[in-house]
T-cell receptor
Framework: DQQVKQNSPSLSVQEGRISILNCDYTNSMFDYFLWYKKYPAEGPTFLIS?????DKNEDGRFTVFLNKSAKHLSLHIVPSQPGDSAVYFC???????????FGAGTRLTVKP | NAGVTQTPKFQVLKTGQSMTLQCAQD?????MSWYRQDPGMGLRLIHY???????DQGEVPNGYNVSRSTTEDFPLRLLSAAPSQTSVYFCASSPGPRGETQYFGPGTRLLVL
């Protein structure tokens, strides 16, 4: 039972354009959502998060949008850079992080 | 400051063999966790610890044991390896319960034949 789903296994965009990565969840108890970035042969690293009381959080080129009614969140990267090429994991947690669930990941490729 | 270290990086086991995946952190974090990553599944929590001497099961604990005798170390034991345990294993630590403070190790790739 995958409670967090990333339905696009891969995404390719041109450098300078916007990258939009999507994530859906089913558990209404999730109250905190995170995006992790993973390079090959490395562990995931935290990128950006959003609380369920907000609908948008921005950090530089990265913005996460949350639509609670649709149980959907998205990560926007503007402008995309070749160094952004990585696998991006969406994650969701309740007020106890030991319930954190991850999506399967989306591989982003940014072409020069 | 090494962060979270994991050994070995890669291991091949035969079905039924036992082994221990090592994880250590030098950040004095109370929380430590083990995840496995399988194709199409994302990361799934195996076991976690909220402090020395305290461990608990995560989403997929069967076939694995853990202990936490020190703050720094959190080994994961496979008592009798099975092909279904072929995966990439990540250890993580954090100072608190929220995932945004979680630091991951580089992973151990395990192949069980």
């Amino acid at each position: 039972d995958q409670q967090v789903k990333q339905n696009s296994p891969s995404l390719s965009v041109q450098e300078g354009r916007i990258s939009i990565l999507n994530c859906d969840y089913t558990n209404s108890m999730f109250d905190y959502f995170l995006w992790y970035k993973k390079y090959p042969a490395e562990g995931p690293t935290f990128l950006i998060s959003i609380s369920s009381i907000k609908d948008k959080n921005e950090d530089g080129r990265f913005t996460v949008f949350l639509n609670k009614s649709a149980k959907h969140l998205s990560l926007h990267i503007v402008p995309s850079q070749p160094g952004d090429s990585a696998v991006y994991f969406c994650a969701a947690e309740t007020n106890n992080n030991n319930d954190m669930r991850f999506g399967a990941g989306t591989r982003l490729t940014v072409k020069p | 400051n090494a962060g979270v270290t994991q050994t070995p990086k890669f291991q091949v086991l035969k079905t039924g063999q036992s082994m221990t995946l090592q994880c250590a952190q030098d950040m004095n974090h109370e929380y430590m966790s083990w995840y496995r990553q399988d194709p199409g599944m994302g990361l799934r929590l195996i076991h976690y610890s909220v402090g020395a001497g305290i461990t608990d099961q995560g989403e997929v604990p069967n076939g694995y044991n853990v202990s936490r005798s020190t703050t720094e170390d959190f080994p994961l034991r496979l008592l009798s390896a099975a092909p279904s345990q072929t995966s990439v294993y990540f250890c993580a630590s954090s100072p608190g319960p929220r995932g945004e403070t979680q630091y991951f190790g580089p992973g151990t790739r395990l192949l069980v034949l």
